[in-house]
T-cell receptor, first 111, second 112 residues
Framework: GEDVEQSLFLSVREGDSSVINCTYTDSSSTYLYWYKQEPGAGLQLLTYIFSNMDMKQDQRLTVLLNKKDKHLSLRIADTQTGDSAIYFCAEGAINFNKFYFGSGTKLNVKP | NAGVTQTPKFQVLKTGQSMTLQCAQDMNHNSMYWYRQDPGMGLRLIYYSASEGTTDKGEVPNGYNVSRLNKREFSLRLESAAPSQTSVYFC???????????FGPGTRLTVL
């Protein structure tokens, strides 16, 4: 399958910005996604970006895509303790019904 | 709307036993998926079903079978469980033209 790489842990203080990074290998991916998983729950889609876009902003979330370097990042502004969760990067092409997930970054927000 | 439901939530099996994991969605989605989640490895696609009556292999299909019983239900069967199948299993569904997959709460399976 395709490789999607993420760092395993990130720790920030409440009110700071968090930046979670991801690299991927499949240049044919149509969309790139960020999912959030809270303890004991399934994954929930946070946001996604089409592969021909550089940036997408959605309230406190900013997604940056560097297609040349195959690098995706998720910035969470004013991080809150409720943002503590595991964040997964994923790539996929919906027409092909194949989605590849990274191993997840555990975000710990300290009060 | 219950969304995507999975049963059971937890299961312990002995090596060689069989079991079926159930998944149902009430959102009238065509596409349904089974993933497994292992520590440090993210989610890997086992099987998917693009529509009622069709199923296709994903990244890690060995040791599993699936049935798309109708539009609502997609089950995953382990015929002879092995310790390597200890994992958390997630079912998901989506509209065929939409990006968002909706995930169930997961089944935590331990094979001794």
């Amino acid at each position: 399958g395709e490789d999607v790489e993420q760092s395993l842990f990130l720790s920030v203080r409440e009110g700071d910005s968090s930046v979670i990074n991801c690299t991927y290998t499949d240049s044919s991916s149509t969309y790139l996604y960020w999912y959030k998983q809270e303890p004991g729950a399934g994954l929930q889609l946070l946001t996604y970006i089409f592969s021909n876009m550089d940036m997408k902003q959605d309230q406190r979330l900013t997604v940056l895509l560097n297609k040349k370097d195959k690098h995706l990042s998720l910035r969470i502004a004013d991080t809150q303790t409720g943002d503590s969760a595991i964040y997964f990067c994923a790539e996929g092409a919906i027409n092909f019904n194949k989605f590849y997930f990274g191993s997840g970054t555990k975000l710990n927000v300290k009060p | 709307n219950a969304g995507v439901t999975q049963t059971p939530k937890f299961q312990v099996l002995k090596t060689g036993q069989s079991m079926t994991l159930q998944c149902a969605q009430d959102m009238n989605h065509n596409s349904m998926y089974w993933y497994r989640q292992d520590p440090g490895m993210g989610l890997r696609l086992i099987y998917y079903s693009a529509s009622e009556g069709t199923t296709d292999k994903g990244e890690v299909p060995n040791g599993y079978n699936v049935s798309r019983l109708n539009k609502r239900e997609f089950s995953l069967r382990l015929e002879s469980a092995a310790p390597s199948q200890t994992s958390v299993y997630f079912c998901a569904s989506r509209w065929e033209t939409d990006n968002e997959q909706f995930f169930g709460p997961g089944t935590r399976l331990t094979v001794l």
